[in-house]
């Protein structure tokens, strides 16, 4: 092999992946196992002392869990990975080392709707809190850090669509602060952005969107940059201090850039659990082999559909940062050059009850409270996931009782034109 860096097409292949060493079966089997035979008891302490890196319990470590760990971790040009079970447990995971009760992060406004409730309401549990902040406001994110502050929180590009976070602003108030910026990168995925690149310290991921593709199984995933100096404050004692839970090792001294990934599977996974399954894995290992290919035509079909809507005389708006009539047109050029990802909202005119007649006459698109699959879906949030909100808070979040979001697949995209056509033609007569 030559040393010559790799592509993207190529990395998302064969990253983390070789022929296995006992059969040499050529694709990534499923190790269907909970435990793995110690070679003998020297082996055995030696694993557990994290002195040698092999697998000891599929609750911390499997061989298939691993490739993906290490081919997500390539893609986003990060030191290391950790999988687990969705991606809000990637949320808790990501924070769990950074955080303990009083700390707070600053997040962003323009957030999944899952991720608010889990940082408004859930996290508080913990005794941690979430200060809620717009991201175009910068001098309102530098008012917001105070010295519980332990993270910064956004996504690249913002479900439900229409706005992408200037990262590299966004990761300098970081950086001036000490602080990790945290990326969910899930709408984007390392095809369109790569955060790290930015100056991101950790990307999260939702697996169960685009990088597994086909709506088959949930996972999470936590990137770590490697680059964080943990040491350089008192602010994350997890690991840069003698840690307890790991009978007074100091990740950071022993594992330099790795330190957040070892913590992330000797106490994150250890503890909490949330462990991604070897079938998950592997599923999500077959959609990452056709990532760019897919992302290309997502972009591709979204951009088509989003036109063809905005010029429509039964559409108010469309909020999509592929279209040049869009705010956030010329950051989605600099952010994300390949494209801004295929999820946006339209606004229907008839409002509400026109919004229910579509998702009920659509016929290509799926009524489904998911995205990133390659097929079309459609969801009107106001009386579904945002149903117990306020109308206020609906408006604030992108999903007025007038809006309909859509995350657009890979079928043809003048069938997907046709279907709206008819559909809106039923809503709005
Ligand atoms: C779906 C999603 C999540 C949550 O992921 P799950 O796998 O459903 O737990 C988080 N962030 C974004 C942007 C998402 O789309």
Redesign the pocket.
């Known amino acids: 092999m030559t040393s010559q860096p790799k592509g993207f097409d190529t990395l998302q292949i064969h990253a983390g992946a070789r022929p296995d060493p006992a059969t040499g079966a050529r694709q990534t089997p499923i190790y269907q196992t909970t435990a793995y035979v110690f070679r003998d008891a020297d082996h055995a302490a030696a694993l557990f002392n994290l002195q040698e890196v092999g697998f000891i319990y599929s609750r911390l470590t499997n061989p298939t869990v691993a490739v993906l760990q290490e081919r997500i971790a390539t893609l986003e040009g990060g030191a290391g990975a950790v999988c687990c079970s969705?991606?809000?447990?990637a949320?808790i995971m990501a924070l769990f080392p950074l955080m303990q009760p009083g700390c707070n992060i600053v997040v962003s406004t323009r957030l999944?709707g899952?991720?608010v409730t889990q940082f408004s309401q859930t996290i508080r549990r913990f005794g941690w809190s979430a200060t809620f902040v717009d991201f175009d406001d910068l001098a309102a994110v530098e008012a917001a850090i105070d010295e519980n502050t332990r993270a910064i929180f956004c996504?690249s590009i913002a479900?439900p669509g229409g706005y992408v976070t200037d990262l590299e602003t966004i990761a300098g108030i970081a950086n001036k602060v000490g602080l990790p910026l945290i990326v969910?990168n899930?709408?984007a995925t390392p095809y369109l952005c790569r955060p790290i690149e930015y100056g991101a310290t950790l990307v999260v991921h939702?697996t169960?969107?685009y990088l597994t593709g086909n709506g088959t199984v949930?996972?999470?995933c936590i990137v770590d940059s490697g680059a964080f100096d943990w040491s350089a404050s008192d602010k994350f004692p997890s690991l840069s201090a003698p840690e307890p839970a790991y009978h007074g090792l100091k990740f950071h001294e022993t594992f330099g850039p790795l330190a957040y990934t070892f913590h992330g599977i000797a106490i994150g996974l250890r503890d909490l659990g949330m462990t991604m399954n070897p079938q998950a894995a592997h599923y999500t290992l077959m959609g990452i082999e056709t990532l760019s290919l897919r992302m290309q035509r997502h972009v591709e079909n979204a951009v088509k559909v989003a036109a063809w809507l905005e010029q429509d005389p039964r559409v108010d708006f469309v909020t999509y940062a592929g279209l040049p009539s869009s705010p956030y047109h010329d950051r989605g050029l600099k952010v994300c050059p390949r494209g801004a990802g295929a999820l946006f909202t339209f606004a229907v005119k008839g409002g509400y009850e026109a919004c229910v007649k579509l998702v009920d006459s659509v016929e290509i698109f799926s009524h489904v409270a998911n995205?990133?699959d390659t097929r079309s879906l459609i969801i009107h949030s106001a009386s579904t996931t945002h149903r117990q909100l306020t109308e206020a808070q609906q408006v604030a979040a992108g999903a007025a009782p007038n809006v309909v979001r859509l995350s657009i697949g890979i079928e043809d995209a003048d069938d997907l034109i046709a279907d709206l056509d008819q559909a809106l033609d039923r809503a709005t007569a």
């Open positions: 969705s991606g809000h447990a949320q999944y899952g991720t996504e479900n969910d899930t709408s939702s169960t969107k949930t996972g999470g995205l990133g």
